[in-house]
């Protein structure tokens, strides 16, 4: 194992009628007024609105509200978050959704008490969040992104074609509500894509040094295969609370920091895909399917040992079945392509919806990249990358 720091200052309460249970508790200890964050309305379909929203009542705290948070959202949407909260004066925040809620949310939570460009500040260059955030609490609807257990928050800064994440220990939520049976609301296609997007952050930390035998890459083999499990489950029965809890607790363990220790980790992946986001609005599930294996194609003689691991150990391939090494890599990045395909999760840029006439160079260039895990990658080869991907 690398040297490495551990910290998750996130309070988890999970389960069934946890916050019927929790919320009246801290929704008390918190009082004063709340921003309450939520994104388009699915909150109102499936009855979670009216739930938060009354337990908040009966606990004396006075609610504003901030609705239709995008997916994808964006720094103009954040900001408009953050005037209404300190107009209102409120005292805390409670996020109820997905990522791009509780992203929103997070963001909003730092910018209140910051009087300065936080844009500038802290995601254009990482930055030293040295003040405390506004107190902010999660209800988590859709597992996927993790955001409900770690520091991170993406925007999309949409006059500079930016869509990009910065990670702050600070910026962690105070509490995280977990419900598994809120999900069941969830389309077939945020499932898919949320699933996705799940197995990508496990993978881009796995396929990264160390190669040799670690815990972080063994709890990453576990936790992957649970998830190809859970998600072939809940597909056969959306309302299967085992695999539904067992995806939402998947989706914390792979970016509440613990797989990621002493490993260096590569997010080229996400960072291709937050580009191609910033540009096109693409689903971000759906976006990583479609580059992860063409990704892996380019780089996997560079990490060799580890893509060899992965066919055997994620996906059970026999190495003697396979002439060398190399064939049973591939194999493996094919059973991978197989599973994303068994998911219906889009394999081409142009079943995304990425229209023949987008400017990939363009996007390539605006590529922030982090010099890759196994092997650096530039413009030129995210460039081909994208390019072999329509
Ligand atoms: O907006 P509403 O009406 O709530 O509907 C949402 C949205 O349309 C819907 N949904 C969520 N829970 C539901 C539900 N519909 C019915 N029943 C439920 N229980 O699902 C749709 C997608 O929601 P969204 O929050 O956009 O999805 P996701 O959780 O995938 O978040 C995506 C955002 O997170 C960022 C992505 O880039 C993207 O901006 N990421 C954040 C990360 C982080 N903070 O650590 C890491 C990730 O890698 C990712 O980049
Ligand atoms: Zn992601």
Redesign the pocket.
């Known amino acids: 194992m690398n040297n490495f720091e551990f910290e998750n200052r996130t309070k988890v309460y999970f389960g069934k009628g946890v916050v019927a249970e929790k919320l009246p508790v801290l929704a008390a200890g918190y009082g004063g007024k709340v921003l309450l964050g939520?994104?388009?309305?699915?909150?109102k379909?499936?009855g979670v609105y009216d739930e938060v929203t009354g337990i908040l009542k009966d606990a004396g705290v006075e609610i504003v509200e901030f609705s239709g948070?995008?997916?994808?959202?964006t720094l103009e949407k954040m900001q408009e978050g953050a005037r209404l909260a300190k107009e209102q004066g409120v005292t805390w925040i409670l996020a109820v959704?997905?990522?791009?809620?509780?992203?929103c949310c997070k963001s909003i939570s730092i910018a209140v008490p910051y009087d300065g460009d936080v844009w500038e500040e802290f995601w254009e260059k990482p930055g030293n969040l040295d003040f405390d955030p506004l107190p902010l609490g999660m209800i988590v609807?859709?597992p996927?992104?993790?955001?409900e257990v770690?520091g991170?928050?993406?925007l999309?800064n949409t006059e500079k074609h930016i869509?990009t994440?910065r990670d702050y220990p600070r910026m962690n939520a105070d509490f995280a509500l977990m419900d598994p049976t809120?999900?069941y609301?969830?389309?077939l296609r945020?499932l898919r894509?949320?699933t996705f997007?799940i197995l990508s952050?496990i993978m881009e930390t796995y396929f990264s040094f160390p190669i040799e035998d670690n815990v972080s890459d063994d709890i990453s083999e576990a936790l992957m295969k649970g998830v190809i499990r859970d998600f072939r489950k809940a597909l056969q029965n959306p309302e299967d609370y085992e695999a539904r809890s067992n995806i939402m607790w998947e989706a914390s363990m792979a970016?509440n920091r613990v797989i990621k220790m002493g490993k260096t980790k590569d997010f080229e992946v996400?960072n291709m895909e937050?580009q191609l986001?910033a540009y096109t609005d693409c689903n971000?599930?759906e976006g990583l399917a479609v580059l992860h294996p063409t990704y892996y194609r380019h780089i996997f003689r560079d990490g060799l040992g580890k893509f060899t691991r992965f066919a055997t150990n994620v996906w059970g391939l026999n190495p003697a079945d396979y002439a060398d090494e190399e064939e049973l890599a591939l194999a493996g990045i094919q059973a991978l392509e197989d599973f994303i395909r068994e998911c219906g999760l889009p394999g081409t840029l142009r079943e995304l919806g990425v229209d023949e006439s987008t400017d990939l160079r363009e996007i390539a260039d605006s590529c922030y990249t982090a010099g890759g895990a196994f092997r650096e990658i530039r413009q030129d080869e995210i460039y081909e990358i994208y390019k072999e991907c329509f």
Not at 38 to 43: E, L, Q, R, T
Not at 69 to 73: A, H, K, L
């Open positions: 939520y994104g388009g309305g699915s909150v379909k499936n948070i995008m997916s994808n959202p959704g997905g990522g791009s809620v509780m992203d609807t859709m996927a992104t993790g955001s770690n991170s928050a993406v999309t869509k994440d809120y999900t609301s969830m389309p945020q894509a949320g997007d952050h970016e996400h937050h986001s971000h599930g």
